[in-house]
């Protein structure tokens, strides 16, 4: 048996509409049709991206930021346009805008801490 790469990505999020929210609303994603309860799946190609409410046994408040240690990149079209509209929002920015091989990334913190890279090479 081998494993073939990602199919799926979730993060666990302490209010999940406040999260979900904050994906549409800013980076513009939009709900799956389908999604399963405790969750909010978008839809997002190639791999479907979601928040959740976390799994038991799971304490957000007690970890500092989560997902250290965890790499979330997402593509965009125009990632300095993003990079932009999120500043002007308050958006915490961690790594400002720059030039690499996967084109212009940065990162930034979501509600809950997380920190997601954008890139825009297609």
């Not at 666990?12 to 979900?20: K, N």
């Not at 957000?60 to 965890?70: A, E, F, I, M």
């Not at 400002?96 to 090479?121: I, L, N, Q, S």
């Amino acid at each position: 048996m081998t494993i073939t790469g990602p199919d799926f990505i979730a993060l666990q999020v302490s209010d999940i509409e406040r999260s979900a929210a904050f994906y549409e609303d800013r980076l513009g994603l939009r709900r799956a049709p389908v999604s399963q309860p405790g969750a909010v799946v978008f839809d997002t190609t190639p791999i479907p991206f979601a928040v959740r409410t976390p799994l038991p046994g799971t304490d957000l408040d007690g970890v500092g930021r989560p997902g250290t240690g965890v790499s979330l990149w997402l593509h965009c079209a125009d990632a300095q346009a993003l990079h932009d509209a999120l500043s002007e929002f308050g958006v915490p920015i961690l790594r400002p805008p720059e030039k690499g091989p996967f084109g212009v990334f940065f990162t930034f913190a979501d509600p809950d801490g997380y920190a997601v890279t954008v890139h825009d090479r297609a």
